[in-house]
């Protein structure tokens, strides 16, 4: 989906079948949820994000009919294409906000987002005993999200064939062809505002194409 298409998407949805709820609560819903995991793992931030990071995988393979239902929009071709309704649908119809998209790596496979808004963070300080900000990111949430639902996507991928070996990218010998697939992604934070940081990014990384595969159990 084109950038401008897609911000057209996300604000149309937003503005007519999304059921808004207050910023405020979501802030307060999420905090509470951080400070239950800070408190049953007593503070060890590393587990408290992976905790997230689970939590959002889980919502994120879930969320993926509602997106379809709601957005209307079609399979994508390729990662570009992905990230840009990640940016201007995606978060916008279920936080309205609009990331945006920076940092490509030559080889399309690795892209950031960067949040100039993060609904989950305002009011947001925080533990300060030392290591809060060294080793807590608090929105890891997010992460999951992405990874989950986009193990439950299926994107339009353009193989070549050259002598019966698949390629991921056709060459003069080669014939053309295109499966449905779902990729597996990493995704993680780089830098949190929240920390200190000059700005909230998250980096997303493509490991591989899924084809005919079942996601893996998570929780």
Request: glycine share 6%; proline share 3%; charged share 25%.
């Amino acid at each position: 989906m084109a950038s401008n298409k897609a911000a057209r998407v996300g604000e149309e949805v937003w503005k007519t079948r999304i059921d808004k709820v207050n910023a405020e609560l979501v802030t307060l819903t999420y905090g509470t949820i951080v400070a239950q995991l800070c408190s049953d793992y007593d503070n060890d931030y590393s587990e408290v994000n992976k905790q997230l990071d689970k939590m959002g995988y889980n919502i994120g393979m879930r969320l993926v009919e509602d997106f379809f239902a709601k957005s209307g929009t079609q399979r994508c071709a390729n990662l570009r294409e992905t990230a840009e309704t990640i940016s201007k649908v995606g978060f916008k119809i279920f936080l309205n906000i609009t990331p945006t998209i920076a940092n490509w790596t030559t080889d399309n496979k690795q892209f950031s987002l960067m949040f100039e808004e993060n609904p989950f963070a305002d009011f947001v300080e925080l533990p300060d005993d030392g290591r809060a900000q060294d080793e807590l990111w608090y929105s890891n949430l997010l992460c999951g999200v992405l990874r989950g639902s986009l193990e439950m996507v299926e994107i339009l991928h353009h193989n070549a064939i050259t002598n019966g070996m698949i390629m991921p990218f056709p060459n003069a010998l080669s014939s053309e062809s295109s499966s449905h697939v779902q990729m597996q992604v990493e995704a993680h934070f780089i830098s949190d505002v929240l920390r200190g940081d000059d700005s909230t990014e998250m980096r997303v990384s493509l490991i591989r194409y899924i084809e005919d595969e079942m996601p893996p159990d998570d929780e």
